[in-house]
């Protein structure tokens, strides 16, 4: 094979090399901006709950802040498609135009073959050559070389079929980037007028808020007290649960079963559901600055997922309901264990397990506020491997 018949081969494999990874960094790209497009779609729908009432100005703004979040997320997955398709359209471009110029050398050595061919034909001398053979043995090698001539003469027409239907190929993807290109750059346009509304409405609700920011300070700062010391309170019956765990005396068959338990729950690290459906995060885990009043800092043992009124809370795993308990700024609260794990469901307004009882993967455990105020309609979840506080954010579904 000739160097100019491998060029093509050459840069069709270069060609779907660079397919194969961009494609999968588009596909990543793609799920990214799903999944904050579904969160954006869940949070307008609990918005659409909350703005008749002016007493949810605070659940409010956490909504929109989170919805701002999630805009900002796939404003930046099209950009980083954008650039994707920028990079792959040029470096499809420059693949077309070195598949044209090989086209055209395939073509231009077609042609002279053809018009030898046909030059010999008109002057017989195909039949000359074969006849002027000196013996038999020279006719057969004359024929074989004639054979030879045809055959690579056919190879050079499906060679130009070949890169003719890759180029082909390539065009049509170049115009299917291009149109997806397009497409992408009027979906960014619409995000970013999206996001600026958000903004805008987002400095809004701060401006309310700071109309009552005295009022408001107190309460938030009162009732930041009482989650805290509920906090430390759960730590406390945590530690108690552990110790009781510890000292419990087990058969083998018993001991078997919680390490049997902890494996499979720790197996689900990152595949856990939410133990509320249509819910989003409006308070993450750790140390940050409270989502809605400037200046105070909160320590959060867990996350906090707010959702619809009187929304059902569910177990997040298999598992025993270990403790039932009740504390000021967290309301009732649930522990399950999981083996070695403990999962705690807090802010619920009502319970509907009992202490003892064996649960399964998603059995309702309580319920969320019914009432008026969406500052309450949250579920407190927390996660713990015996005494030490994990993130439940990293324990979740992707």
């Known amino acids: ?108 050595d077609y042609a002279a073959m053809i018009y030898n061919a046909y030059k010999n034909y008109k002057l017989n001398n195909f039949l000359v050559f074969l006849f002027a053979s000196e013996d038999f043995n020279d006719a ?98 945590i530690a108690e649960e552990s110790r009781k765990s510890t000292s419990t005396v087990r058969s083998a068959a018993e001991q078997q079963q919680i390490t049997a338990l902890s494996g499979r729950f720790d197996q689900n690290k990152g595949k856990l559901p939410y133990p509320v459906s249509g819910g989003v995060i409006v308070d993450s885990y750790g140390v940050h600055a409270h989502p809605t009043q400037k200046g105070l800092t909160i320590n959060n043992k867990g996350v906090n997922i707010a959702a619809g009124k009187g929304a059902a809370v569910r177990s997040v795993f298999e598992g025993e309901v270990t403790r039932i308990f009740f504390f000021q700024g967290l309301k009732n609260s649930v522990m399950v264990r999981h083996g070695n794990y403990l999962t705690v469901y807090s802010n619920l307004e009502s319970v509907t397990v009992k202490t003892g ?21 949250y579920v407190h979840f927390e996660i713990w491997r015996e005494t030490e506080n994990l993130n439940p954010q990293a324990w979740f579904a992707r």
């Open 1 to 108: 094979m000739t160097v100019r018949s491998r060029i093509p081969l050459l840069l069709l494999l270069f060609m779907l090399m660079a397919t194969g990874v961009s494609a999968q960094s588009v596909e990543s790209l793609r799920d990214q901006i799903r999944k904050a497009e579904e969160e954006i779609r869940i949070t307008n729908e609990l918005l659409s709950k909350t703005q008749n009432n002016k007493k949810l100005t605070q659940s409010e703004l956490k909504l929109i802040q989170n919805r701002i979040k999630n805009r900002k997320k796939v404003i930046a997955g099209l950009e980083a498609q954008i650039r994707l398709a920028d990079r792959d359209i040029s470096a499809k471009s420059a693949t077309i135009g070195g598949l044209r110029q090989q086209l055209d050398v395939l073509r231009k």
């Open 357 to 377: 009882d064996k649960i399964k993967l998603n059995q309702q455990v309580g319920t969320l506020s019914s009432g008026d105020d969406a500052d309450d309609c």
């Open 140 to 237: 057969t090698k004359r024929i074989a070389y004639m054979r030879r001539y045809n055959a690579m003469r056919e190879r050079k027409a499906a060679e130009i079929d070949s890169v003719t239907r890759v180029l082909n190929g390539q065009i049509a993807e170049l115009d299917n980037q291009k149109n997806e290109l397009s497409q992408n750059k009027a979906s960014k346009d619409k995000e970013v007028t999206a996001l600026s509304a958000d903004e805008s409405k987002q400095q809004r609700v701060y401006a309310n808020l700071r109309s009552q920011e005295s009022k408001l300070s107190r309460e938030i700062k009162a009732k930041q007290q009482q989650i805290q010391k509920a906090q430390q309170q759960i730590a406390r019956i």
